[in-house]
């Protein structure tokens, strides 16, 4: 059997292609009298996305204010953005959802080569996301989605499984639509040249702006509020609501929709040294001014915007000593955020075991999910009794 590490280093090795000679700052560099290191690595999504772009913003301005030198590495998957987080190549990843599959080792983070992972929230601005269409596709709702070429994201389960609450709110299965397999980077292409109908993306952002000044284009909105369309989604998706947007990519003055909201968080690994993260966080904050309003969602890492309630993954404790300081951590959120630690501590603790008493790979991921499914989740059934 392959150890976790050195798959993972195989897992993440094209993503850091160019990065040779980018040091990890855990161990390897010294700290200033700011309390950071001279250099960090971030990995996240692909130059051009909102997200990239966010972080390139805060990158720049601790740069530029700090002396912290911030490289961003890029990747299309999931995998691709975390595997060097946890091989310690990448000190920091805003990954996209895929931080809590890994946190519970689900999905294809239920491998040997995964398995439930100490991921820790840094910083969680909110977001806003949809599905987008042309404005001539014909498809004014969910529901018109039957029979078109829908996108199938390579090696992206979390955003495969909104994809599907998607369809399941206009009352639709995966088999109802013409699934294409493509990356997440690859949509805009694929939809300009007929590839797809549809494409799943952040409501801003220069790849999605640019698609939009030369092709009409619409969001889709949950505008239905019966909780009939939504009886999926927390099992797919439960770290999402619904939120409004009024500055979405193709959108004129006074035009709105109601997209996905939710927080694609900067995390780090529970071992990172606390002192370094609470630095971190501090030095975002107090900067917040340099890059607010660099991009149109740089606005959401603000203080007093960032999510602080621990839904599905803990705070980190740097993170938790800046909130305690600041004075907005509650008794309530203590607890929550010490459940999910538990949570965390005791499916790491059970998961060699279930790995021995698995005979294959589908064998695997089942007897975890029956373990969760005992273990932990009935627990949290009895407690609400």
């Known amino acids: 059997m392959r150890t976790t590490k050195s798959r993972l280093a195989a897992l993440g090795a094209v993503a850091v292609l160019g990065l040779t000679g980018c040091a990890s700052a855990e161990g390897d560099e010294p700290v200033g009298p700011n309390g950071l290191p001279q250099q960090l690595v971030w990995s996240t999504y692909n130059v051009g996305t909102g997200t990239y772009n966010d972080l390139a913003a805060i990158a720049n301005t601790l740069t530029n204010e700090e002396g912290v030198q911030v490289r961003l590495m890029t990747a299309d998957t999931g995998i691709g953005r975390l595997a060097p987080l946890v091989n310690g190549t990448v000190d920091y990843s805003r990954a996209g959802d895929e931080y809590y599959y890994a946190f519970e080792g689900d999905y294809e983070y239920a491998s040997e080569e ?36 829908f996108p199938e994201l390579t090696a992206n389960t979390s955003i495969n499984n909104k994809m599907e ?29 007929g590839q797809i109908d549809a494409l799943y993306q952040n409501v801003v952002g220069s790849n999605i702006d640019e698609l939009a000044s030369s092709t009409d284009v ?15 989604w927390e099992e797919l998706m439960p770290m999402v609501s619904v939120g409004e947007v009024t500055n ?21 690994m529970g071992s990172r040294d606390a002192d370094e993260v609470y630095h971190l966080v501090k030095s975002m904050v107090e900067n917040y001014e340099h890059y607010e309003g660099t991009t149109p969602d740089t606005k959401q890492f603000g203080f007093d ?18 909130f305690e300081e600041r004075g907005v951590w509650t008794e309530e959120l203590e607890r929550k955020n010490d459940e999910l630690i538990e949570r965390g501590e005791r499916m790491r603790e059970a998961w ?20 969760k499914t005992d273990e932990l989740d009935g627990e949290e059934t009895d407690d609400a009794n």
């Open 114 to 149: 995964w398995g439930p992972q100490d991921i820790r929230m840094v910083w969680a601005p909110l977001g806003n996301y949809g599905l987008l269409v042309r404005e001539d596709s014909g498809i004014d709702s969910f529901a018109d989605l039957e029979g078109k070429r």
């Open 165 to 193: 609450g998607f369809l399941n709110y206009g009352g639709l299965t995966g088999e109802d639509v013409q699934k294409v397999p493509i990356s997440y980077g690859e949509q805009i292409a694929g939809l300009e040249a």
């Open 218 to 232: 619409k969001w889709l909105g949950f505008d239905d509020p019966d909780p009939a369309r939504y009886e999926t």
């Open 248 to 268: 979405a990519a193709g959108m004129d003055e006074g035009e709105s929709a109601r997209v996905l909201e939710y927080t694609i968080p900067l995390t780090t």
């Open 305 to 322: 915007a960032v999510l602080k309630e621990p839904l599905v993954v803990p705070f980190h404790e740097g993170t938790v000593r800046y």
């Open 352 to 371: 060699p075991g279930v790995i021995e008493s698995s005979s294959s790979a589908e064998e695997l991921e089942q007897n975890w999910t029956d373990w």
